[in-house]
């Protein structure tokens, strides 16, 4: 299983837009997803199948794809959206995870 | 409300096994894959393992092939997770979760130490 390169750390000031990025997740497979985790909380989905977002989910999250990166967008930056956030991939032979990046709102 | 609730960790000696349970809740199990996942300290998640709705597809994570192996019962919303030949790196937070990971449990901790 392939590896997802996420930058170790973006920052942003409330009400900005930042982008995190997953660079291995192959077009060739189309369920990219996104994750959302707060300290001693379980991971929450933010995104599925690279663009769809659960009906309980902000707006104020997107995600894309370019190639072999997807793209996480966070609109008007707030302070609860400060936490870890990790993508995956998931193929037909299981599913991988990446790295992650924590997100600080200043 | 939609559920997942883990059971089964503890702390257990290198060589040792367990059996971890995830009972469902709130909505129609037997329509749904599922995943296991375990998360070290300050470590992100590591999928382990899938299960499809019927029980007669599984995959599993390298790190864990031929020594964890997954099963479910549909009549009781539960899935299991059977680990054997324990290591000090299996230990974590091992989570359940469902179809597309729109649901999680709390986890249930697992700790290989002597």
Same mark, same amino acid.
């Given at each position: 299983q392939s590896a997802l390169i996420q930058p170790p750390s973006v920052a942003g000031s409330p009400g900005q837009s930042i982008t995190? /990025?997953?660079?291995? !997740?192959?077009? !060739?497979?189309?369920? *990219? /997803?996104?994750?959302q985790q707060? &300290?001693?909380? $379980? &991971?929450?989905?933010?995104?599925?199948? *690279?663009?769809?977002? &659960? !009906? $309980? *989910? /902000?707006?104020?999250?997107?995600?894309?794809?370019?190639?072999?990166? $997807?793209?996480l967008a966070i /609109?008007?930056?707030?302070? @609860?959206? @400060?936490?870890f956030y990790y993508c995956s991939l998931h193929t037909g032979g299981g599913t991988v995870f990446g790295g992650g990046t924590s997100l600080t709102v200043l | 409300q939609v559920q997942l609730v883990e059971s089964g960790g503890r702390v257990v000696q290198p060589g040792g096994s367990l059996r971890l349970s995830c009972e469902a809740s709130g909505f129609n199990f037997r329509s749904y894959g599922m995943h296991w996942v375990r998360q070290a #300290?300050?470590?992100?998640?590591?999928? #382990?393992?899938?299960?499809?709705?019927d029980g007669n597809e599984k995959y599993y994570a390298d790190a864990v092939k031929g020594r964890f192996t997954v099963s479910r019962d549909n009549s009781r919303s539960t899935v299991f997770l059977q680990l054997n030949r324990l290591r000090t790196e299996d230990t974590a937070m091992y989570y359940c979760t469902s179809g597309v990971m729109d649901v999680w449990g709390n986890g249930t901790a697992v700790r290989v130490s002597a």
């Open positions: 995190i /990025s997953c660079r291995g !997740s192959s077009s !060739s497979y189309n369920a *990219v /997803s996104w994750f707060h &300290p001693g909380e $379980a &991971p929450k989905l933010l995104i599925y199948e *690279v663009t769809k977002r &659960p !009906s $309980a *989910v /902000s707006d104020r999250f997107s995600g894309s794809r370019s190639g072999d990166t $997807a793209s /609109s008007g930056l707030q302070a @609860e959206d @400060e936490a | #300290l300050g470590k992100g998640p590591e999928w #382990l393992t899938f299960i499809r709705s």
